[in-house]
């Protein structure tokens, strides 16, 4: 075809795709497992330092480093094969080798990770796995199920066994999902004779992807019972805030720096617990999301996994999702009581505004009052005044007539006051 510009993103998530391949894996045959979370939230979380750690790994075995930004690699150290992948939130680590202790679930099995390199991994352990790959014990009719039977009650503990016979009959795969005494979770594949390597190895793969997320999962069960702790005081707190709001308006303005103070902790309780309530979310749907592709089928009247994960982690499914409604409705709650608390001091101030116009225009009918109280003084006062001086003028001219000072301004004084008030009205109407 004639060239043509490729996205800049096109080959990496084509080979997205095809990243973290399953591990080959003959029987019998011992593996191990091992998941490292980062102390630090998956945005701030170190990559390089997960990358020095494989790298110190691979130096003991003189074994190749992957690319720089790899995040996921496999290659033989000494007899074992090994497996590392890098996610969002933790590292996993996967050593296996053919044969088999003796000793059922040997601790041995870990020899692939010497202790004193665990002891200096980045991180914390979520979980780690033993695994015990074995040919499945047959009989000229099939699977022999006593033998098989024998090994599992030995193995673990009956009461949480979960047992299954998956992909259609190539392997049967147990686990209890219980901590042993080495601090590993048991788990045993029993490989139909003629169920090849790689199948194998996804089967493996998709056991541990489901006690990695099962378990990181679980993370959020913790962070769930942290919540419902601290939302039990808010919401005590807001119920108690919500009964006194039919109390005064300065009670209001009060109550509602209150909420304020409310609201702005359980906006910082859901983002602090949003990502993990988010992940739980994701990684339950992967955890039933791989038990699914197993393809159970019931073996010996047994609990499957499917069934293990209905009765166990559900449950703690369903507790981490109530967290997560009450917190949002929660928050809701608060939302409208702080509308409501917002309305009744807005009414208040309204009230308390109203009253003050009133105030003011008795006020303003007050100061009319005074003013025209002055009006009338300022006529007098200008009368008088007016007429002292009109009668100066006219004196002369009165007196051929007889009259004397008494009155001319007995005269005047009508005449003045009329003109005076006039001259005042004219001026105030034209003001107004």
């Known amino acids: 075809m004639p060239p043509i510009d490729d996205h800049p993103l096109r080959y990496a998530l084509t080979n997205e795709l095809h990243a973290r391949p399953a591990p080959v894996i003959t029987v019998p045959s011992t593996a191990a497992f091992v998941a490292i979370k980062s102390p630090q939230d998956a945005a701030a979380r170190d990559r390089g330092a997960d990358r020095a750690h494989l790298a110190a790994l691979l130096d003991r075995f003189g074994a190749p480093h992957p690319p720089p930004e790899a995040t996921h690699h496999a290659c033989d150290i000494g007899r074992h094969g090994l497996k590392w992948e890098n996610h969002t939130e933790f590292t996993t680590w996967m050593g296996f080798a053919p044969g088999l202790s003796e000793r059922a679930f040997d601790p041995s099995g870990y020899e692939a990770f010497p202790d004193d390199w665990l002891a200096a991994a980045p991180g914390t352990r979520v979980t780690s796995v033993l695994f015990r790959l074995e040919v499945l014990p047959m009989t000229g009719q099939g699977p022999d199920s006593k033998a098989l039977a024998a090994k599992l009650d030995d193995w673990f503990v009956s009461e949480s066994l979960a047992v299954a016979s998956v992909l259609d009959g190539a392997a049967v795969v147990a686990s209890d999902f219980r901590i ?36 990181m999962s679980m993370l959020g069960l913790a962070r769930a019972r942290q919540v419902s702790r601290d939302m039990g005081d808010l919401d005590r707190r807001l119920s108690a805030l919500v009964g006194g709001m039919a109390s005064q308006a300065s009670q209001a303005e009060t109550a509602l720096t209150a909420l304020m103070a409310v609201s702005a902790e359980l906006e910082k309780l859901e983002v602090s617990a949003s990502f993990r309530f988010g992940a739980t979310r994701a990684y339950e749907a992967i955890v039933h999301d791989r038990v699914s592709v197993l393809r159970e089928t019931r073996l010996d009247g047994r609990q499957t996994l499917a069934e293990f994960m209905r009765r166990r982690y559900d449950p703690a499914m369903r507790t981490v999702r109530a967290a997560e409604t009450r917190l949002a409705v929660l928050s809701e709650r608060a939302m409208r009581a702080g509308r409501l608390l917002s309305t009744q001091v807005e009414v208040a101030r309204s009230a308390q505004n109203q009253e003050v116009l009133q105030s003011m225009d008795k006020r303003a009918a007050l100061q009319l009052r005074l003013q025209h109280t002055v009006e009338g003084l300022s006529v007098v006062a200008i009368s008088y005044y007016a007429v002292g001086l009109l009668s100066y003028v006219a004196l002369p001219f009165a007196a051929p007539f007889g009259f004397g000072k008494a009155g001319v301004m007995a005269l005047l004084t009508p005449l003045v006051v009329v003109a005076v008030w006039l001259a005042l009205r004219r001026v105030r109407s034209r003001l107004h």
């Open 180 to 215: 042993d005494s080495a601090g590993h979770i048991r788990m045993a594949v029993f490989a139909h004779p003629e169920t090849g390597a790689r199948r194998i190895g996804r089967i493996v793969q998709r056991l541990c992807e489901i006690e990695t997320y099962k378990a």
